[in-house]
């Protein structure tokens, strides 16, 4: 099983940038996939997820400016970042959610260890830096 993200990179405030996750090893089309990001030192929070059926929910500070979409046939999920924001800079993740978990709605994490109670598999993160 593997999980890879790209896309990240260092772009201006008001700027966009698109992170993909190419995943393998698993069905992915059966998959509930996340993205979690941690700012350096601080905790992990959870971003977004969609899920088989092609639902989507969002954390209220990314709500409308970010979209998360999936790609079956490719195995990525793809999160299109608008309007980014200097309080956006973080490391992102990609994960799938274990089996009958459903996020919907705000959550943190101390550590990457504390993502097994939720999630299965993650990726190495991408880097993501809005700064002028």
């Known amino acids: 099983v593997q999980l890879v993200e790209s896309g990240g990179g260092l772009v201006q405030p008001g700027g966009s940038l698109r992170l993909s996750c190419a995943a393998s090893?698993?069905?992915?089309?059966?998959?509930?996939m996340n993205w979690v990001r941690q700012v350096s030192g601080k905790g992990i929070e959870w971003v977004s997820a969609?899920?088989?059926?092609?639902?989507?929910y969002y954390a209220d500070s990314v709500q409308g400016r970010f979209i998360l979409s999936r790609d079956n046939d490719k195995n990525t999920a793809y999160l299109q970042m608008n309007s980014l924001k200097p309080e956006d800079t973080a490391v992102y993740y990609c994960?799938?959610?274990?089996?009958?978990?459903?996020?919907?709605?705000?959550?943190?994490?101390?550590?990457?260890?504390?993502?097994?109670?939720?999630?299965?598999?993650w990726g190495q993160g991408t880097q993501v830096t809005v700064s002028s």
């Open positions: 969609i899920y088989p059926d092609g639902s989507t």
């Open positions: 994960a799938r959610l274990r089996a009958g978990v459903r996020i919907q709605g705000h959550i943190t994490f101390t550590t990457l260890a504390g993502l097994s109670s939720f999630y299965d598999y």
């Open positions: 090893g698993f069905t992915f089309s059966n998959s509930s």
